[in-house]
């Protein structure tokens, strides 16, 4: 799932998402987006209310999930690999743009993400609510997003021997599909940082694996 939040950059960019200003009358730090519409394609329906006066309804646009999957071969055991995706609190340590992750004490399922990046010229920063799904112990962990950025993915451990294995990571976000070709174009950034988080992710495990031993 840390990795799922590097979808933040390539969402900002399409979907122009930002987080509401301290003056603003929505909650501070509140994710709101503003969606991008082609003036020639923009389509307005319209409707009669009971009174009969004619009315507009705002224009909507379609929305559709983009995925993007990396995997590495891990020189630790999978029980190893599983157990240090599964501490999501510490998962800033090996993802350097996740400012924090916080689980709910009260619902250990849910936890309250933050994310600072810096890219293309823009200060990127998101805040969302994520729930991990039911896991399968070594095999599998994946969650969605409740509120906040829209996200879901899948982390998957796959064995290659007793002290290594394989980690696929797949993402998904959502995007207008207007923008899809935008998104599209996005994917090597987005393949690269989570390619990249998933070699610090390898260190990080390794080191785990040798103190856990000593």
Not at 42 to 61: D, E
Not at 141 to 163: C, M, Q
């Amino acid at each position: 799932m840390s990795a799922a939040t590097a979808t933040a950059v390539v969402v900002a960019l399409v979907n122009r998402t930002t987080v509401a200003p301290e003056n603003s009358r929505l909650r501070p730090g509140h994710l709101f987006t503003k969606k991008l519409v082609a003036p020639q394609t923009q389509k307005r329906t319209s409707h009669y209310s009971l009174t009969g006066v004619k009315s507009r309804r705002p224009f909507s646009p379609v929305m559709e999930w983009q995925d993007c999957t990396v995997k590495m071969e891990i020189d630790v055991p999978i029980s190893v690999a599983y157990q240090c995706y599964s501490d999501r609190e510490a998962i800033p340590q090996w993802m350097p743009f996740i400012s924090t992750v916080k689980i709910l004490e009260d619902k250990p399922d849910l936890s309250r993400w933050s994310l600072k990046y810096k890219a293309f010229g823009r200060d990127i920063e998101f805040a969302w609510l994520s729930r991990n799904m039911q896991p399968i112990t070594n095999q599998k962990i994946h969650w969605r997003s409740l509120e906040g950025l829209p996200n879901r993915g899948a982390v998957r451990f796959f064995p290659k021997g007793a002290d290594s294995c394989m980690v696929e990571l797949t993402v998904s976000y959502e995007v207008p599909q207007l923008l899809t070709p935008v998104a599209s174009a996005l994917q090597p950034f987005l393949q690269s940082l989570l390619q990249n988080g998933l070699e610090r992710f390898a260190k990080f495990a390794k080191s785990y694996s040798a103190e856990s031993t000593t």
